[in-house]
């Protein structure tokens, strides 16, 4: 198996950890496949659509999610290190409000699994950060919504002791009992 996925906090989220194989020359492993990722995790996904960002050390993205054509992300860092965050915004979920983070690096090539539901977002903790992640379904701007990244009811533990960089729209956040969520459980395949 190229790569195993371990259940986090909350069981749908996985972190999938590949089999990386390196000598004095450097490394190589399968970012992605999807017979492997179907046998490792029990999903079906499709995949549409490959983003890329880079951000500076303290700048915080997120808490992202989209109420309507909600995105499944299998999320990965490629140059330097981020702290990487999730909240279940399934309603009928028993991880409802809950959290879970990881962290995400070069050196540690770990992946994350991000289910449809939930919104998603990360500080980078190196003094910069290359952040690639795959979606189950198309942006679509109008539906994407922001969930404030430290809303006291959800009390995500962030490693920082610092004040994150924020984009406006992150900003102007809304708390989890404002926010809209997704009134069914959605089920984790795309």
């Known amino acids: ?3 195993t996925a371990t259940p ?5 989220v996985l972190i999938l950890e590949p089999k990386v194989f390196g000598d004095a020359r450097g490394f190589f492993y399968e970012s992605f496949n999807a017979r492997d990722f179907a046998q490792a995790t029990g999903l079906d996904v499709r995949f549409v659509q490959d983003n890329h960002s880079k951000s500076a050390k303290g700048v915080l993205r997120g808490l992202h999610y989209q ?3 909600p995105q499944g992300k299998l999320v990965r860092v490629t140059q330097g290190e981020v ?3 999730v909240v279940d915004l399934r309603r009928n979920s028993d ?3 809950q959290w879970s983070g990881a962290h995400l690096s070069a050196d540690n090539h770990r992946q994350l699994w991000v289910p449809p539901g939930f919104a998603h977002g990360f500080v980078v903790l190196s003094e910069s950060a290359e952040f690639l992640y795959k979606t189950t379904d198309y942006w679509f701007p109008e539906h994407e919504r922001s969930l404030l990244w430290n809303d006291p009811a959800v009390g995500i533990d962030w490693p920082i002791d610092f004040k994150p960089q924020l984009a406006a ?3 102007a956040g809304k708390l989890l ?3 809209d969520v997704f009134e069914s459980s959605l089920r984790a395949s795309a």
Not at 8 to 12: F, V
């Open 1 to 3: 198996m190229p790569f």
């Open 8 to 12: 986090t906090a909350i069981a749908d």
């Open 67 to 69: 109420i309507q054509h």
């Open 83 to 85: 702290f990487d965050v």
């Open 95 to 97: 991880t409802f409000g």
């Open 169 to 171: 729209k992150d900003q």
């Open 177 to 179: 009992r404002e926010a």
